[in-house]
């Protein structure tokens, strides 16, 4: 069976996590464990034996760990094919579809996640003392990660917030510019590109609703409407229970 550790369904984890729930049956072919992020569980040594890098997700199969959340749909894909398509077989539809997925990692997931970590990360690290503070740090193996960990806790510039804020603009109109002649982003079909991008704009209408709504983004918000009422999508929250995805097995 796979086992897909993660944060639960948001960001990063949730694109494994749909593209499972699309391709399998929970509890039959895959297991979700679940690491609480607030604990620094993802930077204890057990996980970083699994992930040197302390990240999620990472997705083990027969003992093999594929670690980044696109490469990780796309081993799903190539590793585990079944009757689901998330990939159109057209090579040219295809390399759209990876244009899509090339941009929501290289571009609209940070500006969207140094908004996240303003919110919800610096919180969570002002709460600790100085000390406890460097003590962690000791722990988080990516030098890059230490230093997003320390700004989170001053307190990421102002014009450094600006400047996001305006990137994820940027993202909002590309991607309702685009949904308001395309169905879904690439090959006329639900594919990967869909999937890596619902997981980061997914909840956007709640988070940003000065950019994501009725009115400004009408498309981008079908789109999401119509992602999250497909039936892997809602057989994913329902099936995954929360209380199992707290236990280490
Ligand atoms: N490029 C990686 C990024 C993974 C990543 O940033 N994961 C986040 C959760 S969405 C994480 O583990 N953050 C904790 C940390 O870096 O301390 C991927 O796409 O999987």
């Known amino acids: 069976m796979l086992k897909l550790y993660s944060f ?18 929970y509890d039959r072919d895959f297991t979700v464990h679940r690491l609480d992020p607030t604990n620094f569980e993802h930077h204890q040594d057990w996980f970083k034996a699994i992930n040197p890098r302390g990240q999620v997700p990472a997705l083990e199969d027969q003992g093999r760990i594929v670690t980044e959340s696109t490469v990780i749909c796309e081993y799903l894909e190539d590793a585990h094919p079944t009757e689901v398509k998330l990939r159109p077989d057209d090579h040219f539809d295809r390399a759209q579809m990876r244009v899509w997925t090339k941009w929501v990692d290289e571009y609209f997931c940070w500006c969207v996640s140094t908004i996240g970590w303003h919110r919800g990360i610096k919180p969570i690290a002002q709460k600790l003392s100085d000390a406890e503070f ?25 014009d450094l917030l600006d400047e996001e804020m305006r990137k ?23 594919t990967l ?20 709504n009725a009115d400004d983004t009408p498309h981008l918000l079908r789109w999401i409407e119509q992602i999250a009422a497909r039936p892997a999508v809602q057989r994913m929250y329902a099936t995954v229970p929360l209380e199992k995805l707290g236990t280490r097995d």
Request: net charge negative; aromatic share 8%; hydrophobic share 40%.
């Open 8 to 25: 639960g369904p948001a960001a990063n984890s949730l694109k494994p996590m749909l593209t499972l729930s699309e391709k399998m049956e």
């Open 134 to 158: 460097e003590e962690h740090l000791k722990k988080i193996p990516i030098p890059e990660q230490q230093v997003k960990w320390r700004r989170a806790r001053e307190g990421f510039p102002q």
């Open 168 to 190: 994820i603009a940027v993202s909002v109109r590309r991607l309702d510019d685009h949904l308001a002649d395309n169905e879904w982003l690439a090959g006329g079909m639900y």
């Open 193 to 212: 590109a869909d999937i890596c991008n619902y997981a980061i704009a997914g909840g956007m209408q709640f988070g940003f609703a000065e950019m994501v």
